[in-house]
């Protein structure tokens, strides 16, 4: 596939893949697409070698709602139907429940070292060498196991004689009657590139990164949101599809989890410890002392929450110091007392006005809002209050308890964002779909640029790693005419997007 200048058209990849973007999604494609006979360029618009990407800052946890990506896929299938509260697609369900125990084990044979990297029922299939293993930014990617693996696929397509090209932005889908054959490029240097293929994939993941469509869709206050990830996410791809008639979905969600506030501001804080089952398991309050989110839906669901607060940096979990003695000190790299070793604020007080008084919080708001809450957590019936607390915890949530009015403890919160849920609409092969409901021929999406697995009102998150592999395969053998409905189907002549 050789690239043309200053606008030129590429005459020479009519029948090979363009895959815009270098995750995890973009790379698993690339690779198998090359498998399969195809000719593949990867447009990646980083310049670096260890060029940012959430593949690369990954946990490298691979499970489906927090469930062991080998467990049947009928319990897969109602754990994501339960993340999502009925929101996820039943087709793209199906692709991923059936595909992923083969999906990681391809993965293992073509690179990925994978074990248990943790205690949690959940870490069982983790990239070695593990992260989370130590709080804050520095030390948590370089080296570890997602690290790794990227630099492995990419070897790995160059071997087979796939293209892979740093600095190379997609700006533009081409189109010809009504189907993609290519992309227009910018380059680092300026320069105006254009790739014709039979098919483009897009998997350069959401759009993060891109303050103007988060302001829009997110948060009105995307300044005030914690970039736990590599924020590179700029929404390229979905606007591309857009514009050439794609529909799109769930763009008011995202992936994240409760950070404290000085999170924004100091790598050591972000993106571990996360504060999820403290808050979940407490009471989060306003600038105004009262509650806003029922806290039972868990920490995505809490951090989306607070984004859309028009302030979201007065947002505060109220607690009592024996939560924060217990349920603080559990889960990975729990934040009690590792924040306030870095530096964050940890307000405590003997009583509630005390608090009320460090905070800035009013205090008869707040007292009303923790005497409500108290009373109906002990009648069993949280359910019942103005905004309704549900009894279930979430994964990684906690069960509402009691909140003592003496020995308190108030922590200042902010959003935690890794990646956007919403994006383009797509069907179980991969197949971008238009405002009329037809594929776009040649058209493809994959990871975090597509809409259809995670988000809806419960902010319902089943593994971004997982989604990515998965449909990262699926669309390379829809470009080959691979059979979809086996594990890692075989090829066949009946090929294209």
Not at 31 to 56: C, D, H, M, Q
Not at 326 to 339: A, C, D, H, Y
Not at 460 to 481: D, R, S
């Amino acid at each position: 596939m050789a690239a043309a200048r200053d606008s030129a058209v590429d005459s020479g990849a009519s029948d090979g893949l363009v895959v815009v973007g270098g995750g995890l999604a973009g790379l698993t494609a690339a690779v198998r697409a090359t498998e399969l006979g195809i000719k593949v360029v990867v447009l990646e618009a980083g310049t670096e070698i260890k060029y940012p990407t959430n593949s690369r800052y990954t946990g490298g946890v691979f499970h489906v709602a927090f469930l062991d990506v080998h467990t049947d896929p009928a319990k897969l299938t109602t754990a994501v139907e339960r993340a999502t509260a009925g929101h996820a697609d039943p087709g793209l369900t199906a692709v991923l429940t059936q595909r992923i125990s083969t999906a990681v084990r391809w993965l293992g044979n073509h690179g990925a070292t994978i074990g248990t990297g943790g205690d949690l029922k959940f870490m069982k299939n983790m990239l070695h060498p593990y992260s989370l293993q130590v709080p804050g930014f520095s030390k948590h990617w370089p080296d570890k196991g997602a690290d790794r693996l990227l630099a492995e696929l990419e070897r790995q397509l160059i071997a087979a004689g796939g293209r892979f090209l740093r600095g190379a932005r997609a700006t533009s889908l081409l189109m010809q009657d009504k189907r993609c054959h290519g992309a227009v490029v910018r380059r680092a240097d300026g320069r105006i590139e254009t790739y014709l293929a039979s098919a483009v994939l897009l998997a350069d993941g959401g759009f993060q990164g891109n303050r103007e469509m988060i302001r829009r869709y997110i948060s009105p206050r995307p300044e005030a949101l914690c970039q736990r990830g590599a924020a590179t996410g700029m929404g390229d791809g979905i606007r591309m599809a857009q514009a050439v008639g794609a529909q799109v979905a769930d763009m008011d969600r995202f992936y994240g989890h409760v950070q404290c506030s000085e999170a924004l501001t100091d790598d050591q804080l972000w993106p571990y410890p996360i504060l999820d089952i403290v808050a979940s398991a407490a009471v989060v309050v306003d600038s105004t002392g009262n509650r806003f989110t029922d806290e039972g839906l868990g920490g995505v669901s809490i951090a989306n929450a607070i984004a859309r607060q028009n302030d979201p940096l007065k947002t505060f979990v109220i607690l009592d110091n024996v939560l924060w003695e217990s349920i603080g000190k559990q889960f990975l790299l729990p934040p009690n007392p590792t924040i306030e070793e870095r530096g964050a604020t940890v307000f405590r007080a003997a009583g509630l006005r005390s608090l009320a008084h460090q905070t800035g919080l009013p205090a008869g708001p707040l007292e009303s809002t923790i005497d409500e809450y108290n009373r109906a957590v002990q009648c069993g019936n949280p359910g019942a209050l103005d905004v309704p607390r549900t009894g279930e915890s979430s994964t990684l949530g906690h069960p509402p308890a009691t909140i003592s009015k003496q020995g308190m403890v108030a922590i200042p919160l902010c959003a935690g964002i890794t990646y956007t849920m919403g994006g383009v609409i797509i069907d179980n092969r991969c197949r971008v779909i238009d405002r009329d409901g037809r594929a776009i021929q040649g058209l493809l999406a994959a990871g975090s640029t597509i809409a259809g697995l995670e988000g809806g009102p419960a902010s319902g998150y089943i593994g971004g790693l997982a989604k990515a592999l998965v449909l990262g395969l699926t669309a390379a053998e829809q470009v080959a005419g691979a059979d979809p409905s086996g594990p890692l189907g075989e090829r066949s002549e009946n090929r294209g997007g």
